[in-house]
């Protein structure tokens, strides 16, 4: 069978590529369904964009990729087409657009668009052999238990990373990446917990609090939440992306900076009561309880001096602690890392030294922070991917 365009990937970038490429198009993907990713997003919500998206909230070997395709398919694009389908929306904390409804309206629209488009839709298909040849490329697919062969002119892969390989996560890409000596950067798991000695953080598990999370490459002010295995929230999810094994973290409990101030404020008002009962009132009891194994807090308000309550707020905004790794792709959002976008059109997505041959979404060396921004760019490169096809 021969198309113009085979895509590998039926998530958020192969879908969105598909219904810009024109021509005759086929989308393969190995899922029961597809957009897997896009249903389980945002607690089954999707946070399908966020209104700031800019390329400063994404991390690449060159920082400088990625703005061609967001500058010409951007989060207002993304925003207009959801409202051309109906679909009601609604802006959480710091620019993350969720829909009103379910995440599977984003995947229905689509699919419609896909449809619109004319693209054909096989799931329950896999990958068996890819071969170049002098007009294209040459697959043998496995689709429901029959071999079956396509050509093509155009190749793009959207087959994703390795996170969340229950998903069926595989790093396909990366492997085609080296049978056409494309190179791949170091991947690694990316928005991810971070996990500490077993029982570390156990007693103080369900508990979250604002904090502001950092070391030396980053810091982000959002929550913080303890689990069984160690630390997670968004905070966390965030830093992960820019931490490596063996390095320190510091956690400011205090990153409004205004603890010291109430606290003389109430020595004042309420002398008598004790240094951790005022403490509960700024920080989960449950913590402070925690803390103070470690953390001086004996006493009451008045015995406390503007030097003791000083060298308290200091320590609590200076919390350091060395996470002993993370929960890895299992749990990871995305993955950081992937094929060198040296090789790429910073403007088509294609290969350079590979005619025809086209990657887009996490497969990139591109990788976008908490909130959004990781659909963008996967509605960024899609478009322009399947723009270029489609012009040439």
């Given at each position: 069978m021969e198309f113009d365009t085979i895509i590998l990937g039926a998530g958020a970038a192969g879908m969105m590529c598909a219904t810009h490429t024109g021509g005759r198009t086929l989308v393969v993907d190995h899922a029961k369904n597809p957009g897997e990713?896009?249903?389980?997003?945002?607690?089954?919500?999707?946070?399908f964009t966020n209104m700031y998206a800019e390329p400063g909230n994404f991390l690449s070997q060159n920082p400088h990729f990625c703005k061609s395709?967001?500058?010409?398919?951007?989060?207002?694009?993304?925003?207009?087409?959801?409202?051309?389908?109906?679909?009601?929306?609604?802006?959480k904390t710091l620019g993350q657009l969720f829909c009103d409804g379910s995440s599977k309206q984003v995947i229905a629209m689509l699919v419609s668009e896909m449809e619109r488009a004319g693209a054909e839709l096989w799931l329950k298909t896999a990958l068996v052999d890819l071969a170049k040849t002098e007009s294209g490329y040459r697959l043998t697919l496995d689709k429901d238990g029959k071999r079956v062969t396509a050509s093509c002119r155009n190749l793009v892969l959207a087959t994703g990373g390795k996170s969340i390989p229950k998903m069926g996560a595989t790093g396909l890409a990366y492997d085609i990446a080296r049978q056409f000596d494309i190179p791949v950067t170091e991947t690694r798991p990316a928005l991810v917990p971070f996990t500490f000695p077993e029982g570390r953080f156990k007693p103080l598990a369900g508990v979250?609090?604002?904090?502001?999370?950092?070391?030396?490459?980053?810091?982000?002010?959002?929550?913080?939440?303890?689990?069984?295995?160690?630390l997670s929230g968004p905070a966390v999810l965030q830093l992960s992306s820019y931490w490596r094994e063996g390095e320190e973290i510091?956690?400011?409990?205090?990153?409004?900076?205004?603890?010291?101030?109430?606290?003389r404020s109430q020595r004042q008002q309420s002398g008598r009561k004790a240094l951790t009962t005022e403490l509960s009132n700024h920080l989960p009891a449950r913590l402070v309880d925690a803390l103070k194994m470690d953390i001086p807090m004996d006493g009451n308000l008045a015995d406390q001096s503007d030097a003791k309550l000083q060298v308290l707020c200091t320590a609590l905004s200076d919390w350091r602690l060395t996470p002993s790794g993370t929960e890895g792709y299992r749990t990871a959002e995305v993955t950081l890392g992937g094929i060198d976008t040296n090789a790429l059109s910073s403007r088509t997505m294609e290969v350079t030294t590979v005619p025809g041959l086209y990657v887009i979404g996490e497969a990139v060396d591109v990788t976008g922070w908490l909130g959004g921004f990781n659909f963008q760019w996967a509605w960024s490169s899609g478009h322009a991917a399947g723009t270029a096809i489609a012009a040439a």
């Open positions: 990713k896009i249903r389980i997003s945002g607690g089954g919500r999707c946070n395709a967001l500058a010409r398919y951007t989060q207002w694009d993304f925003i207009e087409l959801v409202g051309q389908h109906g679909i009601a929306w609604h802006e979250a609090t604002p904090t502001r999370l950092s070391n030396d490459r980053a810091s982000f002010d959002e929550a913080l939440l303890f689990t069984h295995r160690g510091h956690v400011n409990l205090d990153p409004g900076g205004t603890l010291f101030d109430a606290l």
